[in-house]
């Protein structure tokens, strides 16, 4: 079966079709990406404003025309954190599901670490043992663990790459007072998280998925060759520490030309960099390995699980 998963995120529109059947690994067709930065859009109340929704009709729109080109069986669109707290939300919802021309599942914060760490689990696989799950959207950070498909604890919190960019580094270059403004706000968030996970069993492997973390683990981390011919990419929170005040002093133009550093994610990355850093600090963690897989591959796996697209089940 051939799938189409639309995932409308706060920094873009992603389409990824892939050919699936169970028991098997997601075989990816075609990828496309669609930059909508859906923060820059909200207004003061909260709203996501029509020239945002605008963007995200455009980039819906281009999707459902590659869709049409590929022969796709079914097509799964997700919405996240953008659309999920935006106050006029269910409005925004009825376009994109008319440029759609199908049901938009939005996913609770809860649901997309879920996803996202079945996808963890199944790319490490059973001999990675207890896992524990990082990962930055543009509107929200993602954490879970476990030793299962199923992970036993699964947080979301408000520490989005494009969230925090805007709310705490607006100027470019950003600069080392604005890094630690972003700092202090991300330790408090992030402290009754570590209690939590602090009661948890020793993780066995540390993953990091996400544009965002694997752009960081380009810039900072160490490539390992792996198993046929696959590459290990490890990212250590001292190698990030180091990268930081030297990203917060570079403009934009410049942390384009970085290694790893795609133009879409370079407003970003500094807030990305930071939250990370603070995160593996918060939970302990010295170094991660990051993952190909993320919530995209989830979202397919689960629906070839499940054999029907179920947003209920998706959101449990």
């Known amino acids: 079966m051939r799938l189409g998963v639309i995932d409308i995120g706060s920094n873009t529109v992603h389409l990824l079709i892939a050919d699936v059947h169970p028991g098997g690994r997601p075989l990816g067709a075609t990828s496309d990406r669609s930059v909508v930065r859906l923060m820059r859009f909200l207004e003061a109340d909260g709203s996501i404003s029509p020239e945002g929704v605008t963007a995200l009709v455009d980039a819906v729109t281009r999707a459902r025309e590659i869709v049409a080109t590929e022969k796709v069986d079914k097509v799964l669109a997700t919405a996240t954190s953008a659309v999920r707290e935006a106050t006029n939300g269910p409005a925004v919802i009825a376009v994109i599901e008319a440029a759609l021309g199908q049901p938009l599942t939005v996913l609770e914060g ?16 059973w001999s990675a043992g207890q896992i524990l799950g990082f990962d930055i959207g543009g509107g929200s950070l993602e954490l879970a663990c476990g030793s299962e498909e199923v992970p036993d604890i699964a947080l979301s919190m408000p520490l989005g790459a494009g969230r925090m960019t805007i709310d705490f580094m607006p100027d470019d270059p950003p600069g080392e007072a604005a890094v630690e403004r972003l700092r202090e706000h991300a330790r408090a968030v992030l402290e009754p998280a570590a209690l939590v996970f602090a009661e948890q069993p020793t993780p066995d492997h540390v993953v990091g998925s996400s544009k965002t973390i694997r752009s960081l683990a380009r810039l900072a981390g160490d490539v390992h060759s792996g ?14 520490g180091s990268w930081i005040p030297r990203l917060a002093k570079l403009p934009i133009a410049s942390r384009e030309l970085l290694p790893g550093i795609t133009p879409d994610r370079a ?21 991660l390995e990051a993952s190909p897989w993320a919530l995209r591959e989830g979202v397919l796996l689960r629906f070839t699980e499940l054999n029907a697209w179920d947003p209920a089940a998706l959101n449990s």
């Open 267 to 287: 407003r970003q990355i500094v807030a990305g960099a930071v939250v990370l850093h603070e995160a593996m600090t918060a939970l302990k963690v010295s170094e």
């Open 110 to 125: 809860e649901a997309e670490a879920h996803l996202t760490f079945l996808a963890q689990r199944r790319w490490f696989g």
């Open 227 to 240: 198993w046929a011919g696959s590459d290990r990419v490890t990212l250590s929170r001292s190698a990030l």
